[in-house]
């Protein structure tokens, strides 16, 4: 039995303007979302971490099989107009976020959808909440907000406009990016930078590298 809330992914609007996004509250079941905080991997680093230097239990591994799973990627198909039938797609996994995290940016070039899911439990900062945004200068011109609370999903087409970030925030911040790339050239690149970024953290926790 699926733990994803695709009904609601399907139903909620697609906003076109300045670029396409979606966001969609409770997009795992809450019961799912129980044994996922408990399975979740043990990341005590900032940055990102590719899903094969973790360690997690069955709840979390469901998780990642569903969300790139072939009715996951038809539902954003549809959702986006895209074709994405062979395209290949990375996840990374972060547990928490340092004070330098989250400056303005845009994706890389090779990710054409970026979808995060945020895992954390009644979110009360004021900082680490993501903000779609409508310049690359200036965090408060807001498009729109994310509280990073568990079973939060949101979504957006990567562009040269796709510009986005957050307030400072220092600590545990749970969430997955899965996304869908332009070939499979790119999910080597993204595997070699995160494992490497991941294998330093792991031998030298205070290591500068992102």
């Known amino acids: 039995m699926s733990i994803l809330n695709l009904e609601a992914f399907r139903?909620?609007?697609?906003?076109?303007?300045?670029?396409?996004?979606?966001?969609?509250?409770?997009?795992?079941?809450?019961?799912?979302?129980?044994?996922?905080?408990?399975?979740?991997?043990?990341i005590e680093q900032g940055g990102s971490f590719p899903l094969a230097s973790l360690?997690?239990?069955?709840?979390?591994?469901?998780?990642?099989?569903?969300?790139?799973?072939?009715?996951?990627?038809?539902?954003?198909?549809?959702?986006f107009g895209l074709d994405l039938t062979d395209?290949?797609?990375?996840?990374?996994?972060?547990?928490?976020?340092r004070r330098k995290d989250g400056k303005i940016h845009t994706d890389s070039k090779t990710k054409l959808i970026t979808v995060l899911?945020?895992?954390?439990?009644?979110?009360?900062?004021?900082?680490?909440r993501l903000r779609l945004l409508g310049s690359p200068h200036n965090?408060?011109?807001?498009?729109?907000?994310?509280p990073p609370e568990e079973g939060m999903l949101i979504a957006f087409r990567?562009?040269?406009?796709?510009?986005?970030?957050?307030?400072?925030?220092?600590?545990?911040?749970?969430?997955?990016?899965?996304n869908w790339v332009t070939d499979e050239a790119a999910v080597r690149r993204s595997g070699r930078r995160h494992g490497l970024s991941a294998l330093v953290k792991r031998l030298n926790p205070l290591s500068k590298v992102a």
């Open 11 to 42: 139903v909620a609007p697609l906003v076109s303007t300045p670029f396409d996004y979606l966001a969609v509250p409770n997009f795992v079941s809450s019961e799912a979302l129980v044994r996922i905080r408990h399975d979740f991997p043990s």
């Open 55 to 79: 360690e997690y239990g069955p709840s979390f591994a469901q998780l990642t099989d569903e969300l790139r799973g072939e009715e996951v990627r038809q539902a954003f198909c549809e959702k």
């Open 87 to 97: 395209r290949s797609t990375t996840l990374t996994v972060r547990g928490r976020t």
């Open 117 to 128: 899911l945020y895992l954390n439990s009644g979110w009360q900062s004021d900082g680490g």
């Open 139 to 146: 965090i408060e011109d807001t498009i729109y907000e994310v």
């Open 158 to 178: 990567n562009g040269k406009n796709a510009w986005h970030g957050h307030k400072p925030f220092e600590g545990e911040r749970r969430s997955l990016q899965l």
